[in-house]
Nanobody
Framework: QVQLVESGGGLVQAGGSLRLSCAASGSFLSIGDMGWYRQGPGKQRELVATVTSGGSAHFADSAKGRFTISRDNAKNTMYLQMNSLKPEDTAVYYC???????????????WGQGTQVTVSS
């Protein structure tokens, strides 16, 4: 089984910071691209940022200049450092990873259960 577990969400005032973590566990061969998505109240899930296994990052316009994404391949863990948070960043944040379980299978998408981030004004 493969599990992605997010942590680090919470309540913060506007202008504050939070650091989210996503740890992959279980039996697998390798992890490809990883990413953070979010779903605000009454909204569709949207991309926040992605990072390749080599560390190349891509950000949604809403995250550029405020969020940083990184990963520690040795720990199978990805991070999202969120600074200058705004009330509109309030959402459930989900971790996504492309994981290859065996040498005979391709990469498949896995999702975490989500962690709530609430930014008060």
């Amino acid at each position: 089984q493969v599990q992605l577990v997010e942590s680090g969400g919470g309540l913060v005032q506007a202008g504050g910071s939070l650091r989210l973590s996503c740890a992959a566990s279980g039996s697998f061969l390798s992890i490809g691209d990883m990413g953070w998505y979010r779903q605000g109240p009454g909204k569709q899930r949207e991309l926040v940022a992605t990072v390749t296994s080599g560390g190349s990052a891509h950000f949604a316009d809403s995250a550029k200049g405020r969020f940083t994404i990184s990963r520690d391949n040795a720990k199978n863990t990805m991070y999202l450092q969120m600074n200058s948070l705004k009330p509109e960043d309030t959402a459930v944040y989900y971790c996504n990873a492309r994981i290859r379980r065996t040498a005979w299978t391709g990469y498949n998408d896995y999702w975490g259960q989500g962690t709530q981030v609430t930014v008060s004004s």
